[in-house]
């Protein structure tokens, strides 16, 4: 086979594909607002924040809605545009540095000296309903390292309006609900 037509078989097989990989699907980010409140004092100096455990339902890239028939059904062809457990794993830390006098990594601790405290978030439950309510459920973990905070594990319930049931609404209010969540996970902290 000459390299001419080499190319052009190449050309011919990559056509077919390419066209499978531009599909029309919106993908959104996890994030959350900026924080405006001050750094919330906490009894721990460090703390790694260990990899969120997230149920099947919101791991995978499909932003999921809740019917009123309980049936979780994607929303349209929206899609989430990172890995769902990295996206709040990192998010969750970010807010937590943001929002308390501690400093807040993501597992594995990039510093040679350890984190003071581990916080193991487990959640079971986050997503959004055709009622109007996002809402994110769990038990949140606090190890101490050195001696401080108290050990504990603690259940939490987040619930939070969503304005209307698109995508971008879900999202809005899936970052005002990690917001609160933090608020929450400060709260094991001090």
Sequence with gaps: MTPLMMRKLV???ALPL???GSADSARYLIDAPQATAAGARVSVQSIELRDVSLPSHASGTSILVRGEDGALRPLGDAEWADDPQRAVTGTLAQLLDDRSTATVAAEPWPLLDGPSARLDVRIDRMLASATGVFEITGQAAVSAVD????????RFAIAVPVTEITAAAVTDAQGRAL??????????LR
């Design 147 to 154: 001696g401080r905070p108290r050990e504990r594990v603690e």
């Design 11 to 13: 050309f011919v097989i």
């Design 179 to 188: 917001v609160a969540l933090s608020d929450e996970l400060i709260g094991l």
């Design 18 to 20: 390419a066209a499978c």
